[in-house]
């Protein structure tokens, strides 16, 4: 009689420890908007890596047209990034008589999102009916920014090619850890500064090799695989 008490209180304790773990599991769960604050941010630093990456200094001073191709994203917000960090570098847009039409051709601009988990993952326990809380012996999250540009300089009233500039690849990065149920970091490099000069001078550290296509002008950088 006692070990059947004994075997009941045991079950409600354990039933009972299970709900209160699941519930302090979910209640700090946010629904975050679409798309994220992360997306957005990792997204934007990926623009800039790529913009910070091509040599616009023939540009400087001179009326441009700009318009931006894209399979998917938010295109009207991307174009205005474009356009600040083309007045930042000394270009003038115009649409009025410009003297080059720039077309940026986005080949991607997105993220991808990838996870690693040992552990057991949160599930419902099949007999009592409850939630049971992951447990992350080693968790992790990987976020990716990534946008690769193509730049067509065009001569406004025939449309003829002038030079090409690329592709060049900005990439961005935000990983969540998570290591024995309790300990939680992040790594990143979304507040680090672009790579490559403002003023189109060649990156150190990376000189392309056996990596210009035909047809490109000496001095136009290209992407470094």
Partial sequence: MRFGRARRAAKLAWAGSLLLTGACGHSILLTPQE???????????????????LDLSRLA???VDLELVAQAGNLAFAKEVMKERLRERGVHLSSDAP?????????????????????????QLPIV???????????????????????????PG???????????IGRAKHDDFTILIAINFTVSDVDDQPEGAEDGRERPGHR??????????????VANP
């Fill in 35 to 53: 798309p994220s604050a992360t997306t957005q941010l990792l997204i934007v630093r990926s623009l800039d890596r790529a913009i910070a990456q």
């Fill in 61 to 63: 001073g001179r009326r």
């Fill in 99 to 123: 003297e080059i039409k720039l077309v940026v051709l986005a080949t991607v601009l997105g993220t991808d999102r990838g996870e690693t988990l040992v552990g057991s993952p949160a599930m």
């Fill in 129 to 155: 009916s409850l939630p049971a809380p992951e447990i992350a012996l080693f968790k992790w999250i990987r976020h990716r920014g990534l946008v690769e540009l193509e730049v067509e300089a065009l001569e």
């Fill in 158 to 168: 025939s449309g003829d090619l002038m030079a090409k500039l690329g592709p060049e």
């Fill in 208 to 221: 392309p090799v056996d990596a210009r296509p035909d047809g490109l002008a000496e001095g136009v950088p």
